[in-house]
């Protein structure tokens, strides 16, 4: 549910999946699974509090 929150604020601010795997340095693949949460896929705390600075969001609000 919170992946949803964090979809939407990408697509808001114009924000590609592409840009975003390639600053986390993972395929789009695999942030593609990260941010649907399949097949057991989810952020690191790295991947998550860089995320969090570089957009300025809460991690309460988009990871937790």
Known sequence: MRNL???AFF???GVK????????????????QK?????GKD???KEIN???KKYYISPDNYFF
Not at 19 to 27: F, P, R, S, W, Y
Request: net charge positive.
């Open 5 to 7: 929150k964090l979809k």
């Open 11 to 13: 697509a808001e601010n």
């Open 17 to 32: 999946f592409k840009d975003v795997a390639k600053e986390l340095g993972i395929t789009v693949s695999t942030f593609s």
């Open 35 to 39: 941010i649907n949460r399949k097949n």
């Open 43 to 45: 952020f690191t705390t």
């Open 50 to 52: 860089y995320l969090c």
